[in-house]
């Protein structure tokens, strides 16, 4: 076969496995799957954009492969699948679509959208065609990932009970920064400088949450309004490092993003941090019925895709954005399976969040813990061995909010947690039992099926929402600038604005509002379970009220350097210390009956809580007590670890508020170690005894410290129980 160049192009059988495009000694082995094409070109681009179309020669199992001499890496290509149009049944085979193979390990070009297909369009394949012949689509590329990995980008492997995760995008993080370069700014190797990285490490975090790093392209619609999918919730390659975040391919080196991203990920494990992806397994970007054909739909619709039984030509949508992913089909499965390999094995991650989990698990429309995701996850030695962090709640099925029902081995974004935390410090009553029972593990959620308080990732804000200075400066949301006149962002947003909207210049608000901060980052940070913190909380980020700023890829959502809120910044330093140095405030079991007495709640006048104090509708204060022998952790040598005591006194009313100390052990001496309404108190505490009374700053929380030493305790011979 001639290729446009005028070389003759020499193909041969290759082989089914693996998927994708592999070079290897020769030539380059390409294979992918469709149950339903009748035949399938491979279509090679030369640097001039010139296609050359080679016909496959096999097929086995599902699966056309060919094996191409003389092609290696930065070879672009795609595929045009011929057969059977036929909407109604659900298949749309069109060989005058390009598409992107599904296993791709980078591509290269934006999609260019010409005019848009929709309604009774998508069904005609003339009509459908419409977006390759107006516009354009993104090519693959033959990438070897092979990487050499240096001795000190280990793997940090740390406990869920240590871990401490920083949610943050990679281009935004940088995009301000003054320490990185500016031709690395908003890039993979911007992430990795020195100077990105050193805030991490003084922060103190042990892990990075990614959002979405897989290629994605942005909705037609708002192309059409001049903006983007900023967040990267619209996947299109689920092997593929996004290309607009890499330094390289700005640099004109498409592909040089697999090398640009690995070498970020061994930058952040030679400091100590783990890598989590966002990852989006629940739908892809080619959208609806009228959506755009990129990839998946023009190769195995029915495999891909969940469609509609009683009509085909529709698609079953738990995510909200058009389509789900058939994770009940073993083609897409696959797809995922082994995408989560490639990423842990090749690409060097060391776990995942998964959004919008409970669409995975829906087999038959409902929720099922026993899907063959589920098991396939379980079975299998490398996946089952990363951090596994679900989103556990689609939309549109009754059972959409899924918190606590995932198997064990997986921990849960715990929106119970958020929605308690944020409505006891915006003043709501009766709910220190709820604030409680979230405080310590959610045990309600998680001790049932013998899961621990790590299964429980507790946030206060994340991407998705409000960010902290904007929890507490803003009522409602203020979305204008997105595009849709204010409606798109949830209107649930549980925020106080401390009396004024927005931005204020009265010292009293400014100072209420640093006091609620404090407050609801203390909370995050001592609470039993996996924290989880926004990233750019830490600095006052604000995003101007707008709580859906998904594509808002400009100063609205990236990070402000030049006004970074210091005193905020050291205060969380503060608390992410504590909580690495003390393991009592990183417990991984949760305590029951005669344990109890090692997690001790009092009333302000130092009694313990009684039935009528948890169900008090008016209250709003209480005290929690820790005890240091119960520290769930070990030394070096293996011997027991003995911890401080802390009580935890917390004041939800917005007045002062007496506490006494309770007589937990007459002889123990206690010293404020943290106070979120005077942090400045603890430079110089007095001792603190039992009987002994400390008045507490309104809507604040004092940490008292009781040190192993003074209280003259010895070393356990036992080792704790796990």
């Not at 805030?199 to 392209?217: I, M, N, R, S």
């Not at 389509?323 to 995922?336: E, H, K, M, R, Y």
Request: hydrophobic fraction near 35%.
């Amino acid at each position: 076969m001639t290729g446009a160049g005028g070389d003759q192009v020499r193909v041969r059988p290759g082989r089914r496995f693996p998927l994708g495009a592999t070079p290897g000694p020769g030539g380059t082995n390409f294979a992918v799957s469709s149950g339903v094409a009748e035949g399938m070109l491979l279509c090679l681009f030369d640097d001039a954009g010139a296609e050359t179309r080679v016909v496959l020669p096999e097929y086995d199992a599902g699966v056309w492969h060919g094996f191409v001499e003389g092609l290696g890496a930065g070879q672009a290509y795609g595929y045009r699948a011929t057969g059977p149009w036929d909407p109604a049944r659900g298949v749309r085979c069109n060989p005058t679509k390009l598409l992107l193979d599904p296993y791709a390990r980078a591509t290269t070009g934006p999609v260019r959208f010409g005019p848009e297909v929709l309604g009774h369009d998508a069904d005609h394949p003339d009509r459908a065609s419409r977006l390759d012949s107006a516009g354009h689509v993104p090519r693959s590329l033959v990438v070897d990932p092979a990487f050499d990995w240096p001795d000190a980008a280990a793997r940090p492997w740390h406990r869920y009970a240590d871990t401490v995760v920083y949610e943050v995008h990679v281009k935004g993080f940088t995009m301000g920064h003054p320490g990185v370069p500016p031709e690395l700014r908003g890039t993979y190797a911007g992430l990795a400088h020195d100077a990105a990285v050193a805030h991490l490490v003084d922060l103190g975090v042990t892990a990075v949450e990614l959002l979405p790093v897989h290629q994605h392209v942005p909705e037609a619609f708002l192309v059409e309004r001049g903006l983007t999918n900023y967040w990267g919730y619209n996947t299109i390659g689920f092997f593929a490092p996004h290309d607009g975040y890499s330094a390289a391919v700005r640099a004109g080196r498409p592909g040089g993003q697999v090398a640009e991203f690995q070498a970020m990920v061994a930058a952040l494990h030679a400091a100590g941090l783990e890598v989590l992806l966002d990852v989006v397994f629940n739908h892809t970007a080619e959208g609806g019925q009228g959506g755009p054909t990129l990839c998946h739909r023009g190769l195995d619709n029915p495999a891909y895709y969940r469609l509609d039984p009683a009509d085909p030509r529709r698609y079953v949508d738990t995510t909200g954005t058009g389509n789900s992913l058939n994770a009940g089909d073993p083609v897409c499965l696959q797809l995922i399976m082994d995408s989560l390999r490639y990423w842990l094995t090749e690409m060097g991650v060391d776990g995942y969040r998964f959004d919008l989990a409970p669409t995975l698990a829906r087999q038959d429309g409902g929720f099922d813990r026993m899907s063959a995701f589920f098991d396939l996850v379980a079975q299998d030695p490398v996946v089952s061995r990363a951090k596994l962090i679900a989103e556990p709640w689609d939309v549109g099925q009754p059972d959409s909010y899924d918190v606590g029902r995932f198997p064990p081995g997986w921990s849960e974004w715990n929106g119970r947690y958020r929605d308690t935390m944020r409505d006891f410090w915006r003043r709501q009553g009766g709910l220190v039992g709820e604030f409680a029972t979230r405080f310590s593990g959610s045990s309600d959620l998680y001790g049932g099926s013998r899961r621990r308080p790590t299964a429980s990732v507790n946030l206060i804000t994340v991407h998705d929402g409000f960010t902290l200075r904007d929890l507490v400066s803003y009522d409602a949301k203020h979305n204008e600038a997105n595009g849709e006149a204010n409606r798109d962002g949830t209107d649930d947003n549980r925020s106080w604005n401390c009396g004024v909207e927005g931005p204020s210049d009265d010292p009293e608000v400014v100072e209420l509002r640093a006091r609620q901060s404090r407050a609801l980052l203390t909370t995050l940070l001592l609470s039993f379970g996996v924290p989880l913190l926004c990233g750019g909380d830490e600095l006052g980020r604000t995003q101007g009220g707008n709580n859906n700023a998904y594509c808002q890829d400009n100063s609205i959502s990236w990070f402000d350097w030049s006004q970074p809120d210091d005193e905020l910044l050291a205060f969380t330093r503060r608390l992410v210390a504590l909580r690495r140095e003390h393991p009592v405030l990183r417990r991984r079991r949760f305590l029951v009956g005669m344990e109890a007495s090692e997690l001790a709640w009092f009333t302000p006048s130092a009694k313990p809580m009684a039935t009528e104090n948890w169900t008090d509708p008016n209250a709003r204060a209480l005290a929690i007590y820790l005890d240091g022998d119960d520290a769930p952790d070990l030394a070096e040598d293996g011997t027991p670890l003995l911890d401080d005591d802390f009580l935890i006194l917390i004041n939800g009313w917005w007045e002062p508020l007496q506490f006494r100390v309770p007589e937990v052990d007459e002889e123990r001496t206690w010293r404020t170690e943290l106070d979120t309404y005077d942090p400045g108190r603890a430079a110089d505490p007095p001792d603190l005894h039992a009987g002994d009374d400390l008045t507490l700053g309104p809507q604040s929380i004092a940490v008292l410290r009781s040190p192993v030493q003074a209280a003259g305790r010895d070393r356990r011979t036992t080792l704790p129980r796990v």
